[in-house]
């Protein structure tokens, strides 16, 4: 299992941007796909407080529920792009 999990959903273009940017950055990661209604997404809001995707978990680097894809790929260029102190 991998330290990266993306919680995502099929055709979402903001996971599909997160998705790319790990793919770009050669990382392995966890894809959990959740349910498009989000009164059934518990498993997303227990881990980040909101039901919207994506949601990144790195627990490598203490990160337990990113939500915001632009947030996440700031996040992952800082932490395994370029440059970056691994």
């Known amino acids: 299992m991998s330290d990266l999990v993306l919680y995502e959903v099929g ?7 997160v998705r790319n940017k ?3 950055l050669d990382l392995e990661y966890e894809s959990v796909m959740v349910p498009r209604s989000h009164a059934n997404r518990t498993e997303v809001k227990e881990i980040s407080g909101q039901t919207g ?9 203490d ?6 894809s632009t947030d996440i790929i700031a996040y992952l260029e800082e932490t395994y792009g370029d440059g970056a102190n691994r």
């Open 53 to 61: 995707v994506p949601v990144l978990v790195d627990e490598e680097h």
């Open 11 to 17: 055709g979402c273009p903001f996971c599909i941007r």
């Open 63 to 68: 990160v337990h529920g990113m939500p915001e």
């Open 22 to 24: 790990l793919e770009e």
